[in-house]
T-cell receptor, first 115, second 108 residues
Framework: EAQVTQNPRYLITVTGKKLTVTCSQNMNHEYMSWYRQDPGLGLRQIYYSMNVEVTDKGDVPEGYKVSRKEKRNFPLILESPSPNQTSLYFC??????????????FGDGTRLSIL | QKEVEQNSGPLSVPEGAIASLNCTYSDRGSQSFFWYRQYSGKSPELIMFIYSNGDKEDGRFTAQLNKASQYVSLLIRDSQPSDSATYLCALSNYQLIWGAGTKLIIKP
């Protein structure tokens, strides 16, 4: 089954404790992206990757890191989480990247709470 | 000015009626347009995409694109309570830009 898998689905942690949210896709997509979604603000892009070893900042990259060492995986790293990073996070993937205007496939989301 | 504007709603529509959702945008170079449906706490799922001016129909859904007037619409015919969700408009011109979404409520 074609899917984007995020883990964990839910996480409650404390300020400053490093965490990683994993994202994996099995569709051989070149493009992967991380979003956060907050009430009233819609989806905001954090980072994206056009292919292996190619990553770029989105609209709200501060406080986050990513890596793309393999085509299928695109982890999101919070080195020192803060309460303002409490949010619902989505990973998404597609063929050819945004320039090609391809529909994105989303993971089920990770609800992150930073205390 | 936001690049993609959607009325946040909620838009309340009686069951069986036509729901009309609108999205305006500022980038005339936008090439691809998408409508996603998102249930509360769930991930967005693609409903329709449209690249050319005019209408595109898929079952009960019709996407309408007017590049001259810079708007894209989604019509839902014979609205069902299961259509109650937030509808996100997104467009692409080398960067994918998302609207904040319109909450649609279908009343039985």
């Amino acid at each position: 089954e074609a899917q984007v898998t995020q883990n964990p689905r839910y996480l409650i942690t404390v300020t400053g404790k490093k965490l990683t949210v994993t994202c994996s896709q099995n569709m051989n997509h070149e493009y992967m992206s991380w979003y956060r979604q907050d009430p009233g603000l819609g989806l905001r892009q954090i980072y994206y990757s056009m292919n292996v070893e190619v990553t770029d900042k989105g609209d709200v990259p501060e406080g986050y890191k990513v890596s793309r060492k393999e085509k299928r995986n695109f982890p999101l790293i919070l080195e020192s989480p803060s309460p303002n990073q409490t949010s619902l996070y989505f990973c998404a993937s597609s063929f050819q990247g945004q320039a090609g205007g391809q529909p994105q496939h989303f993971g089920d989301g990770t609800r992150l709470s930073i205390l | 000015q936001k690049e993609v504007e959607q009325n946040s709603g909620p838009l309340s529509v009686p069951e069986g009626a036509i729901a009309s959702l609108n999205c305006t945008y500022s980038d005339r170079g936008s090439q691809s347009f998408f409508w996603y449906r998102q249930y509360s706490g769930k991930s967005p799922e693609l409903i329709m995409f449209i690249y050319s001016n005019g209408d595109k129909e898929d079952g009960r859904f019709t996407a309408q694109l007017n590049k001259a007037s810079q708007y894209v619409s989604l019509l839902i015919r014979d609205s069902q309570p299961s259509d109650s969700a937030t509808y996100l408009c997104a467009l692409s011109n080398y960067q994918l830009i998302w609207g904040a979404g319109t909450k649609l409520i279908i009343k039985p």
